[in-house]
């Protein structure tokens, strides 16, 4: 699915901005994950399943590619590498932090021993990561526009900021 949807989201970003798309992407997510949450069961079929996961997974491929040139697309030049740094670190622990906090309702619910003991603690575990997903939609509709960047006095002569366009394609 990101092989299809991540270059469509991208490009889309490119013409009507960063939020639009990761906040589809992210309500998309969240609500596949909040649909397998209510209707997952033994009893549910595989079919509703894998559209509700698709669902999800089309949202999440659209935040995903959005998320780095959001980050990068607000720092000055010389602040690229931090930020690009910074951005991968915290992606990597939220995921950290969210399967943590999955197993971690699981098990409170749930556990191994039984297919219905398994469904038992799946449906809230899904339930918290569609909570982590909304609760990031919500944040990324606090994201602005990027401001045209002010050349300061320590900057050397010549140089000049590129817009927020301009760098996105010259590092592509």
Not at 57 to 78: D, E, I, K, R
Not at 89 to 99: E, K, L, P, T
Not at 134 to 139: K, Q
Request: net charge neutral.
């Amino acid at each position: 699915m990101p092989m299809l949807i991540s270059p469509i989201a991208g490009a889309a970003s490119d013409r009507i901005g960063r939020r639009p798309v990761m906040v589809t992407g992210l309500f998309l997510q969240g609500a596949g994950f909040v649909w397998v949450a209510v209707r997952g069961s033994l009893a549910t079929s595989w079919t509703e399943l894998d559209v509700a996961l698709l669902i999800a997974g089309v949202g999440v491929s659209m935040a995903l590619p959005t998320v780095p040139t959001a980050v990068l697309n607000a720092v000055a030049p010389h602040e690229l590498g931090k930020a690009s740094g910074i951005n991968y670190m915290m992606q990597r622990f939220g995921a950290v932090f969210a399967i943590a906090v999955a197993s971690a309702v699981f098990a409170a619910y749930g556990h191994l021993g039984t297919p219905v003991s398994v469904t038992d603690g799946f449906r809230p575990a899904i339930a918290a990561c569609a909570g982590f997903a909304l609760l990031a939609a919500l944040g990324a509709l606090a994201i602005t526009p990027a401001r045209p960047q002010q050349v300061t006095d320590a900057e050397p002569v010549g140089f000049h900021h590129q817009d927020s366009t301009e760098r996105v394609r010259g590092s592509a």
